[in-house]
T-cell receptor
Framework: DAKTTQPPSMDCAEGRAANLPCNHS???????VYWYRQIHSQGPQYIIH???NNETNEMASLIITEDRKSSTLILPHATLRDTAVYYC????????????????FGQGTILTVHP | EAGVTQSPTHLIKTRGQQATLRCSPI?????VYWYQQALGLGLQFLLW???????NRGNFPPRFSGRQFPNYSSELNVNALELEDSALYLC??????????????FGQGTRLTVV
């Protein structure tokens, strides 16, 4: 799986948009970008994923650059409950064989939302 | 619908003993994934089971083993426990839904403490 680079920490004011960047310059054509978050001592929570198009769901938006070498997760109106470690991961699709089931987590970005 | 459930929530063992951790996937899911998260570290991929077979294995010694039962539940066994095995062990499951992939649903983990 391609390596990702994220800032170690970010701050955001409650109610403002949180924009979390991720660099994945070595991503391959068959690799997806996934975002998860982990609130202290809980299991990771899936947020969103995409291949090359921008995506939006009830939790967040994912903006992937045209060359796919970086992406940004956007939490449009951050709340205190969004304080967590956010992980950006790239991984192969089902055609990737045994590599499909392995997620390689980095250190992530600690997002702190303050009042 | 019940999520991924893990048991026990907490487990305390002494060095040299064996630990058995259990995971029940979401109903209908056939794949189970195991991860280790040591204190202050990221999640490390351990094992992936699909349809009763081991599909992929992370860089862990052979004393980490597991299996998947016909009902798709899974066990993770850690033999000859060492102090550094103390960690949060997380299980995830997925089905054939191609949209979310292997990390869509995580359990809350088993906190293993080796003393």
């Amino acid at each position: 799986d391609a390596k990702t680079t994220q800032p170690p920490s970010m701050d955001c004011a409650e109610g403002r948009a949180a924009n979390l960047p991720c660099n994945h310059s070595t991503i391959s054509g068959n690799e997806y970008v996934y975002w998860y978050r982990q609130i202290h001592s809980q299991g990771p929570q899936y947020i969103i994923h995409g291949l090359k198009n921008n995506e939006t769901n009830e939790m967040a938006s994912l903006i992937i650059t045209e060359d796919r070498k970086s992406s940004t997760l956007i939490l449009p109106h951050a709340t205190l409950r969004d304080t967590a470690v956010y992980y950006c991961i790239v991984r192969v699709g089902r055609a990737g064989g045994t590599s499909y089931g392995k997620l390689t987590f980095g250190q992530g970005t600690i997002l702190t939302v303050h009042p | 619908e019940a999520g991924v459930t893990q048991s026990p929530t907490h487990l305390i063992k002494t060095r040299g003993q064996q630990a058995t951790l259990r995971c029940s996937p979401i109903s209908g899911h056939t794949s189970v994934y195991w991860y280790q998260q040591a204190l202050g570290l990221g999640l490390q991929f351990l094992l992936w089971y699909d349809e009763g077979e081991e599909r992929n294995r992370g860089n862990f010694p052979p004393r980490f083993s597991g299996r998947q039962f016909p009902n798709y539940s899974s066990e993770l066994n850690v033999n000859a426990l060492e102090l550094e095995d103390s960690a949060l062990y997380l299980c995830a499951s997925s089905g054939t839904n191609r949209d979310r992939g292997p990390g869509a649903f995580f359990g809350q983990g088993t906190r293993l403490t080796v003393v």
